[in-house]
């Protein structure tokens, strides 16, 4: 035997509530006229910090080393901190952290010193760097 809903008389399913909007039937679950809309993870997501050490790397390893003073100094690091930098630490790689990461810190919010670097980059003609960065934040 075969169960159908006539047009004047409409079969709805038990736990729900029938609402008339526009002129026509809308159900809704009664569990779900209680809850609370769900977040929009959309708005939670975040693009990493230029404080984390893992994102200096990544811009160290960007930037052309013949070109790496250059961008320094342009970001605003003074030449007396370079040196310091270079004499503290043996390995390149590492004084260059340590120069980007003291200009990350000086510079205000992530987001300042995001524009700033990229606009630096930019001003040396090195927008593949700018272009390799954002793909990695």
């Known amino acids: 035997m075969e169960s159908y809903s006539s047009?004047?008389?409409?079969?709805?399913?038990?736990?729900?509530?029938v609402y008339v909007?526009?002129?026509?039937?809308?159900?809704?679950n009664e569990a779900q006229s209680t809850l609370l809309p769900?977040?929009?993870?959309?708005?939670?997501?975040?693009t990493p910090s230029l404080k984390s050490t893992e994102v200096l790397y990544k811009i160290i390893d960007c930037i052309p080393v013949p070109r790496w003073k250059e961008m320094i100094r342009l970001l605003g690091v003074s030449d007396n901190n370079i040196e310091r930098c270079m004499q503290e630490n043996r390995h390149y790689k590492e004084a260059q952290y340590e120069m980007l990461s003291y200009w990350v810190h000086g510079?205000?919010?992530s987001q300042v010193a995001r524009e700033t670097l990229f606009?630096?980059?930019?001003?040396?003609?090195?927008?593949?760097?700018?272009e390799k960065i954002q793909e990695f934040l």
């Open 7 to 17: 047009p004047d008389k409409p079969e709805y399913l038990p736990g729900h509530k």
């Open 21 to 28: 909007v526009d002129g026509g039937p809308q159900i809704q």
């Open 38 to 46: 769900l977040p929009d993870i959309t708005l939670q997501t975040k």
């Open 107 to 109: 510079a205000g919010s």
């Open 119 to 130: 606009n630096v980059l930019r001003e040396m003609h090195l927008g593949g760097c700018v």
